[in-house]
Nanobody
Framework: QVQLVESGGGLVQAGASLRLSCADSGRTFSKAVMAWFRQAPGQERDFVAGITWSSGRTRYAASALGRFTISRDNAENTLYLQMISLKPEDTAVYYC???????????????????WGQGTQVTVSS
């Protein structure tokens, strides 16, 4: 059973950095594409970044490219999102998501991911 738990969110000033973590206590995600999404109030859940399980190939939303880095530690069953140069528009609840095992496509639609964490709030003040 996949159980995803995010951590690392908080309140920071513009320009600061944060590292989000997503731990899979069910130990099943090591062979699945993983992704980060975010959702601001009144907005849809938007793709931020994704990573494959085997080659570590990554994909980023335009808003994240150059500032965010997604990585994973399969041995520790943990997904990360390193965020630098944070902006107020990055304020949102950040969710990690997992596809079913052995997938190879990094989808940018939240509808393609069956497993989700509960989310962690990131607030960036100006």
């Amino acid at each position: 059973q996949v159980q995803l738990v995010e951590s690392g969110g908080g309140l920071v000033q513009a320009g600061a950095s944060l590292r989000l973590s997503c731990a899979d206590s069910g130990r099943t995600f090591s062979k699945a594409v993983m992704a980060w999404f975010r959702q601001a109030p009144g907005q849809e859940r938007d793709f931020v970044a994704g990573i494959t399980w085997s080659s570590g190939r990554t994909r980023y939303a335009a808003s994240a490219l150059g500032r965010f880095t997604i990585s994973r530690d399969n041995a520790e069953n943990t997904l990360y999102l390193q965020m630098i140069s944070l902006k107020p528009e990055d304020t949102a609840v950040y969710y990690c998501a997992a596809d079913s095992p052995y997938g190879a496509i990094i989808y940018d639609s939240y509808k393609e991911y069956p497993y989700w964490g509960q989310g962690t709030q990131v607030t960036v003040s100006s």
